[in-house]
């Protein structure tokens, strides 16, 4: 195994934030793990443990937690971001004034621009006045089996040739397996619409249809991503591989996921409000779902089923209203 000698902060200690850092830790890799709460970070340096997020696994000595991001960034070449999308935009505005020559920044955050709707490499690109390798890590990950070292694998996209075999030599083991891609733009679509279309298998299911319509509305909701990613410059691949189909089949049939189980509650009665509530945790697919169907609007790309979720969403229709429309569309070729 590649020993890696330089450190790396990881910024986000959520469940996902955390399970990375855990991850890189035992391989023996020195980590800084960044929250933005310093309550927080008070409570992860005094018990070792993320008890918020995932209270069973202690902290290896070289994970260091820290609520100060110029702590963070000491002695540090690659950053990692894993906040959710709604922050983003603010912790690589905080980031700009910090930066150095040599740094390198990549995100395992999936979801768009809240402000702007705008992918999270075109947010890089506007706020930061440098070029810096960059990187997405994507795939169908929960945090809590890799937390809990299950075999997983995931997708590094980098245009950046030595940035991503970099990342490959610090993430890959045989039971995180890191696969190489060059779609920034697929991966990021990818894992911003598989969990909106999460939310509407959740809401099927919810409502008692069954596996049937689970599985059409997972097949035609990957057509509806390849549309959208394919008309903003994706690769046709990268939607059938890990980060498209692979994390839309994980989300839309485990209830781990978030965005099912939110789904689930709405297809039971209850409001998006309630729903959340219970969750208890940032529901990316209820935040995204408005801006994806903007970008969809904004491209002329049809995606009914996302319309459905953020009708439902904005109560202009309930689930039953809209599951039925979406059953009485008008019926086409299957390419359509």
């Known amino acids: 195994m590649t020993t890696i000698k330089q450190p790396i902060a990881i910024l986000g200690a959520g469940s996902w934030g955390t399970a990375l850092a855990l991850h890189l830790a035992r391989l023996n890799q020195t980590v800084h793990l960044w929250t933005f709460d310093k309550e927080h970070g008070s409570q992860l340096q005094a018990d070792r443990a993320n008890k918020r997020y995932l209270p069973d696994h202690p902290f290896p000595d070289n994970l260091h937690p820290t609520a100060e991001l110029t702590t963070a960034l000491h002695n540090v070449n690659d950053i990692l971001i894993a906040v959710p999308s709604v922050g983003f935009r603010s912790i690589v505005t905080q980031l700009k004034p910090l930066l150095k020559s040599g740094m390198r920044i990549a995100w395992a955050t999936k979801g768009l621009d809240e402000n702007t709707g705008q992918l ?196 202009k229709k309930t689930a039953k209203e809209a599951m039925q429309d979406l059953l009485t569309r008008a019926t086409t070729t299957e390419k359509s």
């Not at 208890?280 to 459905?308: C, D, F, S, W, Y």
């Open 120 to 315: 999270l490499h075109e947010v890089i690109a506007e706020l930061l006045d440098k070029d810096y390798p960059t990187a997405v890590l994507a795939g169908p990950s929960f945090a809590s089996e890799v937390a809990l070292q299950q075999p997983t694998a995931v997708v590094i996209a980098s245009l950046d040739t030595t940035f991503a075999h970099d990342l490959l030599a610090r993430f890959n083991t045989p039971l995180f397996r890191i696969y190489l891609n060059t779609d920034i733009p697929g991966v990021e679509i990818g894992g911003a619409v598989k969990n909106v279309l999460a939310i509407a298998t959740g809401i099927s299911d919810g409502m008692g249809f069954g596996s049937n319509a689970r599985c059409a509305l997972i097949t035609r909701g990957l057509t509806e991503m390849m549309r959208l990613g394919h008309k903003l410059g994706g690769n046709v691949e990268t939607f059938t591989g890990l980060a498209g189909l692979g994390d839309l089949i994980l989300t839309c049939t485990d209830d781990k996921s978030r965005n099912r189980r939110f789904g689930l509650a709405l297809g039971k009665g209850k409001n998006a409000t309630q729903a959340e509530k219970e969750i208890g945790q940032v529901v990316e697919g209820k935040r995204n779902a408005e801006l994806v169907v903007q970008l969809a609007h904004k491209n002329k790309i049809e995606m009914p089923i996302t319309e459905a979720v953020w009708q439902i969403l904005q109560e």
